[in-house]
């Protein structure tokens, strides 16, 4: 069995998973992972699956063009590379959140911070609405902060790009966000 990634991109409707998973299912590949989300009206799906040896990529990509073109879907499958280029460092999950109003560039100044401290960002959620109520755009990004990191340093800098970009943030180990989140 190898490793697959499928993903799917296309105007959202009722039946997208539904459709990916039996044709994975009909070609005998098993589902492993799934994240999906809706991006304003735009579906994104990205599916790990492992695949029988003797079902062909192009075989499977074809099964699936068949069936998820004619919903307007775009599909790419690949296969699921594993490297060691990079191993990831021990680390400890933190939440980091931001809000203000929508302009040019948020995501790309707080990565940029991030990526200067070697965090990984391992989800993103992103809504701008477009306005100036600051409470109608924000981010929440998951993130993994190497213990060899700099804490002190790396919430300083995060800081000052944060007032530098006009949001209010706040950085919170993952189970205390959660703790304080449970509903």
């Known amino acids: 069995m190898k490793k697959i990634v499928v993903s799917v991109l296309g105007y959202d409707r009722p039946g997208i998973i539904a ?3 039996k044709i994975l299912s009909d070609h005998r590949c098993n589902i492993e992972d799934v994240s999906q989300t809706i991006l304003q009206t735009e579906f994104v ?3 790990i699956a492992s695949k029988p040896d003797d079902v062909a990529d192009d075989q499977l990509l074809a099964g699936l063009k068949e069936s998820l073109e004619p919903m307007g879907l775009f599909v790419l499958v690949k296969p699921m590379t594993q490297t ?3 191993i ?3 680390s400890e999950p933190f ?3 931001t809000m203000g109003p929508d302009r040019l560039g948020l995501v790309a100044g707080i990565t940029e911070v991030m990526a200067r401290f070697h965090i990984n960002i391992s989800n993103l959620k992103a809504i701008f609405r477009g306005t100036d109520n600051p ?3 924000f981010m929440i990004y998951e993130v ?3 213990l060899t990191a700099d804490q002190k340093a790396f919430r300083a800098a995060l800081h000052e790009r944060a007032k530098e970009l006009g949001l209010d943030i706040t950085l919170q180990h993952r189970d205390i966000f ?3 989140h449970r509903v």
């Open 45 to 47: 799906g990205v599916f």
């Open 84 to 86: 060691s280029e990079w």
């Open 178 to 180: 959660e703790t304080i």
């Open 144 to 146: 993994d902060i190497p």
């Open 88 to 90: 990831p460092p021990e």
């Open 19 to 21: 459709a990916v998973s």
């Open 135 to 137: 409470t109608h755009n």
């Open 95 to 97: 939440i980091i959140t």
